[in-house]
T-cell receptor, first 110, second 113 residues
């Protein structure tokens, strides 16, 4: 799996967009970019994944650079409940043992 | 709800006792995973079931750990003769196919006294 680098922490005001960056310069051509988050005392929650194209779902948008060396997860209108640790993972499809790095601790404040 | 369900949510037991942890995956999901997460640590893979194939047990830390999946649905993780180092949150995840995202339950917090 590709090594990913994320800032250790970020702050965001409630109602604002939260833009979480991830560097994955060693990602291979068939590895997807996955995002999960973990809210305190809960299990990890799948957010979104993509290969080359930008993706959007009901939770977030994923913007992947053309060279695929980095991506940004966008929470368009952050709420207090979005406070969590966010993990970016480079991973092939198929059976994979999820391995989380240190992630980004996002704090959404009123 | 339609998510992964785990029970019990909390389990406190004495060292040396056996424990059983249960996972109900999302209906129709053929792939089921067990992980554990110690305080402040990352995910540690334990075991993986996919359909009727033999499970991948490569992550089980010792022969005190075993898991089964009956009828391709519910799974039970059993820890025999528990030790204090077994204390952790045990997480179950399922996916529709092995190439689809894994969806997690909220885990069982196991504390060994």
């Amino acid at each position: 799996d590709a090594k990913t680098t994320q800032p250790p922490s970020m702050d965001c005001a409630e109602g604002r967009a939260a833009n979480l960056p991830c560097n994955h310069s060693t990602i291979s051509g068939n590895e997807y970019v996955y995002w999960y988050r973990q809210i305190h005392s809960q299990g990890p929650q799948y957010i979104i994944h993509g290969l080359k194209n930008n993706e959007t779902n009901e939770m977030a948008s994923l913007i992947i650079t053309e060279d695929r060396k980095s991506s940004t997860l966008i929470l368009p209108h952050a709420t207090l409940r979005d406070t969590a640790v966010y993990y970016c993972i480079g991973m092939n499809t198929g059976f994979q043992k999820l391995v989380f790095g240190t992630g980004t601790r996002l704090l959404v404040s009123p | 709800g339609a998510g992964v369900s785990q029970s019990p949510s909390n389990k406190v037991t004495e060292k040396g006792k056996d424990v059983e942890l249960r996972c109900d995956p999302i209906s129709g999901h053929t792939a089921l995973y067990w992980y554990r997460q110690s305080l402040g640590q990352g995910l540690e893979f334990l075991i993986y079931f996919q359909g009727n194939s033999a499970p991948d047990k490569s992550g089980l830390p010792s022969d005190r750990f075993s898991a089964e999946r009956t009828g391709g649905s519910v799974s039970t993780l059993t820890i025999q003769r528990t030790q204090q180092e077994d204390s952790a949150v045990y997480l179950c995840a399922s996916s529709g196919q092995s190439n689809q995202p894994q969806h997690f339950g909220d885990g069982t917090r196991l504390s060994i006294l």
